[in-house]
């Protein structure tokens, strides 16, 4: 009867496709409407915060709407808030080319509110992506001076929790293809639907858990969001029906099971004559097939979904292939890079020159420690004092300059400084505010006023400074920023081991996999995920759910020779140097804020680092049982990043780190160079004196 009844649907869909006009007249009509909201901060490109700066700036983001979607109303809901410093504040809203709105704020303190609605026909024919410009006009009373300084410390802030995008729509006939899907992903449309992860896989296959691993990462790496839920399921618990559905699902596994789990096309199975990929929309729910012709090219699959370089063909299914994509360049210390390796703008000043930087996992600089920025611009001639800039490092303030007030050279060099110790590990974003008299045009999308604008020459650089990398040792408790090191390589060091005493679907794991890949904007395509308890690379993040786990043997911490217990001091101090907080030798354990109790309790098992006598790192998340871990987990991944505690070393002694550390003893103790000096000098006094000695 069941079949039957499959027969039948599938014979009615069949007789709907063949007609679409009439389908579509028949949803529109029937069908009742379906609104989507999202919330700004998940339109955001990653790394762009909120916040509008300066004289000028503004922010763009794209208004996604699938091809399976006919919208109806759209809306574009914006609340912000303004700085005291504001005399007005004008926004302009344009969409492509189009100018939309031109909106004059009188900044009171109380945030406001501003609507703009939308039609089809204007995405269809401008685009969809919408820019919002503000200009923060200050009062007339000031001098120039004065309102360069205060246009510094002008700021609207959009407030991302109030702010959304929002539009209705029909579900249409069309059939979504994989770039759908990744279209969809990058959209934010189902931020607040969970994730599930099928297995197909038998119970001995050594890359299950790692291929799920690689397709968190790529969920999480697609959609610019560490904030999804992942729910792990095979094919032999109690959800192997299916029956649990989720509007997202990622299924993977090899042709024989696919044709007997997932209910899928026999033309979808015949074409699985490599690395493969579909999707399978059906009923609303988005399938997206992972699979090959084994294990192998199962994993290449993953591999290549995990990669947010690599563009989701437009078809519905089919084999994929490695593409040539441009990764993020990894910046090495003490080397100059041009601009145009970080950035695709050319000219700024109607918004800032945002450079993004991502800085490895573990590095430590010296107190002193610069990095500069060689800007050549060509910019409109200025009296003195007209102009200047204002460097940013992750939205604090780090320098400013005037521009150069020169009226018989086109292009001008400046050289912008700021100190390396305002960077972080991971994604770091340089913004340069440009600041300067306002030009006049005839025509513009901002009216008859124009911001004042630089353009960038090709041989613009940046030069970074020297820092030296490091890792923790012997026992002690790790924060989450420090977790990063993982990643170097593409995880190739690393695994995950899950050791829990219950079936589950491993959600905290997920979960910190994906803070572990959006900190590092890239995946670890290397990983290793296992439930074998054996360690078999350098770096273990033990899961420990519900046993003890076994007992691990460290390191002695008196093993080290003269020359790296020397090295080990000095790395101490550039750390104290850098944090102005002493670095104990003895093991210092990471103390959360305000939950000293509860840790206390657990007995300090949660994200311990041991270091073993190979030197090979396990970093234990143990809990008596799942919900333990989740509420930890929780705690563990808001908390905000902390300076550098316990016993370090560093990750590969070079002549240059060496250096480094060096500068690092001399600042800690500045009588240490003259000393040295006179000790010198002293020898080579003596060895004078003996040769003179043996002449006479």
């Known amino acids: 009867m069941k079949s039957l009844m499959t027969s039948l649907l599938g014979l ?9 006009l009439q389908a579509e007249t028949t949803s529109s009509s029937y069908t009742p409407l379906e609104t989507v909201t999202v919330p700004l901060n998940i339109l955001l490109p990653p790394g762009r915060d909120t916040t509008l700066r300066g004289q000028w700036d503004k922010i763009s983001f794209p208004l996604t709407i699938l091809d399976t979607q006919k919208a109806q109303e759209i809306k574009l809901s914006l609340t912000m808030t303004h700085s005291g410093k504001i005399d007005i504040a004008n926004l302009w809203v344009s969409l492509g080319q189009k100018a939309l709105a031109n909106i004059q704020l009188q900044p009171d303190g109380n945030p406001q509110q501003v609507v703009i609605s939308l039609t089809p026909d204007l995405l269809n024919r401008y685009g969809n992506t919408l820019t919002v410009a503000v200009r923060h006009q200050l009062p007339g009373s000031l001098s120039l001076t004065e309102q360069r300084v205060n246009a510094a410390e002008a700021v609207t802030e959009l407030l991302a929790n109030q702010s959304f995008f929002e539009f209705s729509y029909y579900p249409t006939q069309t059939s979504p293809t994989l770039e759908s899907a990744a279209a969809l992903i990058s959209s934010g449309q189902m931020h607040d639907q969970p994730v599930q992860l099928i297995s197909l896989l038998p119970d001995n296959a050594q890359g299950d858990l790692t291929i799920a691993g690689l397709l968190v990462q790529g969920w999480t790496l697609r959609s610019g969001s560490s904030d999804y839920q992942y729910h792990f399921y095979t094919r032999n618990n109690e959800h192997s029906d299916f029956s649990h559905k989720s509007k997202i699902q990622l299924i993977y596994g090899l042709p024989d099971a696919l044709a007997k789990h997932a209910s899928l096309p026999q033309n979808y199975l015949d074409a699985i004559n490599g690395p493969y990929m579909a999707l399978h929309y059906h009923q609303k729910q988005w399938r997206i097939i992972v699979s090959g012709r084994n294990e192998q090219e199962l994993l290449e699959s993953s591999k290549l979904f995990a990669n947010p370089a690599f563009h989701l063909p437009n078809q519905t299914y089919g084999m994929i292939a490695a593409q040539s994509t441009n990764d993020q360049p990894q910046v090495a210390s003490d080397t100059e890079y041009p601009v145009n390796l970080f950035t695709q703008q050319q000219r700024f000043g109607d918004e800032p020159l945002t450079i993004p930087l991502m800085m490895p996992a573990n ?27 204002v460097i940013r490092v992750n939205g604090d303030y780090a320098n400013s300059m005037p521009l150069r007030a020169s009226y018989w050279r086109n292009m001008q060099h400046y050289r912008l400084s700021f100190p390396m110790s305002m960077l972080r590990p991971g994604l770091n974003n340089i913004s340069i505010e440009l600041y300067g008299p306002e030009q006049q045009t005839v025509s513009s999308q901002t009216g008859n006023i124009t911001p004042f604008i630089a353009h960038i020459s090709d041989s613009s650089a940046v030069q970074f400074g020297a820092w030296v990398n490091y890792l923790t040792r012997y026992e002690q408790q790790l924060p989450a920023d420090q977790l990063l090191f993982i990643t170097e390589n593409n995880g190739s060091d690393a695994q995950v081991t899950l050791n829990y005493a219950q079936n589950s679907d491993f959600g905290d794991v997920w979960q910190l996999l994906s803070h572990l890949a959006f900190q590092a904007r890239q995946p670890m395509t290397e990983l290793l995920v296992t439930d074998s308890t054996t360690q078999l690379r350098p770096f273990n993040l033990n899961f420990n759910v519900g046993t003890s786990g076994d007992t691990l043997s460290p390191a002695p911490s008196d093993t080290n020779s003269l020359l790296n217990r020397l090295r080990n001091n000095l790395l101490s101090d550039m750390a104290e140097s850098t944090t102005g907080e002493p670095i104990n030798s003895q093991s210092q354990f990471f103390q959360y804020p305000g939950q000293s109790t509860q840790w206390e309790q657990a007995g300090n098992s949660f994200a311990t680092l041991t270091t073993l006598s190979n030197g090979w790192r396990n970093i234990s998340f143990t809990t008596a049982n799942e919900q333990a871990l989740t509420q930890e987990m929780a705690i563990y991944l808001s908390q905000p990043s902390s300076a550098v505690t316990g016993t370090i070393e560093l990750t590969v002694p070079s002549r240059a780190t060496d250096r480094q ?11 240490s160079m003259p000393f040295l000096l006179f000790t010198l000098l002293l020898a080579l006094a003596w060895f004078m004196f003996r040769g003179l000695e043996k002449k006479s």
Do not use: C, D, Y
Request: hydrophobic share 50%; no cysteine.
């Open 12 to 20: 009615l869909l069949m007789t709907f496709s063949s007609l679409p």
């Open 363 to 389: 590095f430590l600089v010296n107190k002193e420690e610069q990095s500069h920025i060689n800007l050549v611009l060509t910019h409109p001639k200025v009296a003195p004092g007209e102009a200047a800039m």
């Open 661 to 671: 550390l060096l500068r690092a003893g001399f600042i800690a103790h500045p009588l």
